[in-house]
């Protein structure tokens, strides 16, 4: 076989490769986008905000969507969005802690090789934040932290 079919050869296959990756990776975000395209929707149309600025995906006991940002005043708002009943749960960002805070917390008390995730949702009817991460043994932990109180409700950890 001579050198210029060998080259077409490789870069054919590397191109269908890196196509291959895109399409698997893409085709796995969608349903996360779709939710968050919904849940957008959803919070401009039922409540006041009018800039959305973060989404979170909640799914601990119950799925919930949050969206974060600015309402109609310019106040700093999060609708906590209940997608199987439609009932919206709105806070004040500032009536609580913020996402970093939590992140900090699970930081020093565990000390983590990564934070996966980080989502603000209602557990219990109350809203919390919850801390995905990897512990130093590669185990996954989860730490459920009051939004209101910044106080652990609930850990999950060396699964």
């Not at 109609?72 to 970093?100: C, E, M």
């Not at 934040?129 to 950890?157: L, Q």
């Amino acid at each position: 076989m001579n050198e210029t079919i060998k080259h077409w050869l490789y870069a054919s296959a590397i191109i269908i490769l890196i196509s291959t990756l895109f399409i698997i990776y893409h085709v796995g975000q969608s349903p996360y986008h779709q939710e968050q395209k919904a849940a957008i929707a959803f919070a401009k149309k039922n409540t006041d905000l009018k800039t959305p600025e973060a989404f979170y995906l909640y799914t601990r006991n119950q799925k919930n969507w949050t969206v974060g940002g600015k309402d109609r005043k310019g106040h700093q708002i999060f609708a906590i969005i209940d997608p199987k009943t439609n009932q919206v749960t709105i806070l004040s960002q500032s009536s609580g802690i913020t996402a970093n805070k939590a992140i900090h917390k699970v930081i020093q008390k565990y000390r983590p090789k990564q934070i996966h995730n980080v989502a603000l949702g209602l557990y219990h009817k109350r809203p919390v934040w919850e801390v995905t991460f990897r512990n130093k043994n590669s185990s996954i932990g989860y730490e459920t932290i009051d939004f209101k109180t910044g106080k652990v409700i609930s850990t999950i950890n060396n699964l």
